[in-house]
Nanobody, 124 residues
């Protein structure tokens, strides 16, 4: 299993911004897709965004498109999620994920490796 270390979560007011980061540590693959998912209390884990190895293909959930931006810096083995115009509905535990083949999937069970999650709370 590939360790994923997340950071950047916190508490912000509605309309504010946060940037999450996920670092791939330990053994790595030559090419892999990365994604972000989130899970609110009492709800199932849902897709937020994903990005391919080259960073030239990205996907976004309808609920975040235009507000969130996913990017990656392969030299730092890091994927980012820039979150702007945050809403209370964005409150959730955010997880990063890695997979060598399933980056186009929006179903969390298709992804192989996961971070521990970081809490994002948006106050109204």
């Amino acid at each position: 299993q590939v360790p994923l270390v997340e950071s950047g979560g916190g508490l912000v007011q509605a309309g504010g911004s946060l940037r999450l980061a996920c670092v791939v540590s330990g053994p790595t693959f030559s090419s892999y897709g990365m994604g972000w998912f989130r899970q609110a209390p009492g709800k199932e884990r849902e897709f937020v965004s994903s990005i391919n190895w080259n960073g030239d293909q990205t996907y976004y959930a309808d609920s975040v498109e235009g507000r969130f931006t996913i990017s990656r810096d392969n030299a730092k083995d890091t994927v980012y999620l820039e979150m702007n115009s945050l809403k209370p509905e964005d409150t959730a535990v955010y997880y990063c994920a890695l997979d060598t083949v399933a980056f186009v999937s929006r179903y969390w069970k298709d992804w192989r490796f996961w971070g521990q999650g970081t809490q994002v709370t948006i106050s109204s």
